[in-house]
């Protein structure tokens, strides 16, 4: 068994213990032990995130963000002034939400009430495209810039970049894809849905790259990574004993995101949010 402070080269990708879901009917068995509780209507829903509360914040077509409460009741929306495209929400920080616009290059901040608490112009301190960008513990700001492959850090407070990690050499001749990003357990996650997805610590120095490719989005609980694979099971992957376990996903057809919160579950599909509880 691999230790935990392993690291892959950037030609390598790290090992993985993979732990069998048991039988058939034990498969059964766990796809069955999904609960419905609440239907949201959301059509085409966009990215979506949930805090340490248990709340839920989802972008809709319109690009507005809705927030629900843990079993899906809604509680209130915020409606940008402006057009523009919402390429990820981050509600992990206990007192405010990241909302990422993509096409504007934008930063927004909003607070638990969805009020805007303050808004970053990317192109005021950077020149490039940034394709993700993330909320880091401290309030600073992680960016990745498509133009030079690099990851920046940006700190508010004296508004400058205080850190860059060139990623050239360790992306290589590949043709990235970067979808997602975001900071945990003192660890940076960057998601290329082309080749998987690149660990760095928490000063931006690259560690290993997990090999889970086609992916646009992974969440966190407790000290696992979750994704949604192609078998349409949710696999969770141990952080640190790099063990994986899978949990059957209801069979409901074009799931797009699931988002796991602490009593409940939440799987996105074309036509809405359906709440699950285990």
Excluded: C
């Excluded at 319109?62 to 809604?74: L, R, W």
């Excluded at 940076?188 to 490719?213: A, E, H, M, Q, W």
């Excluded at 078998?231 to 699931?258: I, K």
Aim: glycine residues 6%; neutral net charge.
């Amino acid at each position: 068994m691999p230790q935990a402070a392993s690291v892959a080269p950037p030609s390598k990708q790290a090992p993985v213990s993979t732990t069998p879901t048991s039988n058939g009917i034990a498969a059964l068995n766990a796809a069955n032990s999904w609960t419905l509780v609440r239907t949201i209507k959301l059509p085409q829903p966009g990215v979506a995130s949930v805090d340490r509360r248990g709340t839920l914040y989802v972008a809709d077509q319109q690009n507005n963000i809705h927030q629900y409460g843990p079993d899906g009741q809604p509680l209130n929306t915020y409606s940008p002034p402006l057009p523009g495209h919402v390429a990820q929400l981050e509600a992990w920080n206990t007192t405010k939400m990241l909302v990422f616009y993509d096409d504007r290059q934008e930063v927004l901040l909003l607070d638990r009430f969805l009020a805007p608490i303050t808004q970053v112009r990317i192109a005021d301190f950077l020149d490039g495209m940034v394709r993700v960008a993330t909320l880091a513990p401290d309030d600073k700001l992680w960016l990745f810039n498509e133009s030079d492959l690099s990851l920046q850090l940006y700190d508010p407070t004296p508004q400058r970049l205080t850190l860059r990690t060139p990623l050239d050499l360790i992306i290589g001749r590949t043709k990235p894809d970067f979808r997602f990003l975001r900071q945990y357990q003192n660890n940076l996650y960057l998601v290329d849905r082309t080749s998987g997805i690149y660990v760095f610590d928490n000063l931006g120095n690259y560690r290993k790259k997990l090999p889970f490719n086609g992916l646009s989005f992974v969440g966190f609980r407790g000290d696992e990574l979750y994704y949604v694979g192609s078998d349409n099971a949710l696999h969770f992957f141990q952080l640190y004993t790099f063990a994986e376990r899978l949990l059957p996903l209801p069979a409901v057809g074009d799931v797009r995101q699931v988002v796991l919160g602490e009593q409940y579950t939440y799987v996105l599909t074309a036509a809405g949010v359906l709440v699950y509880r285990l």
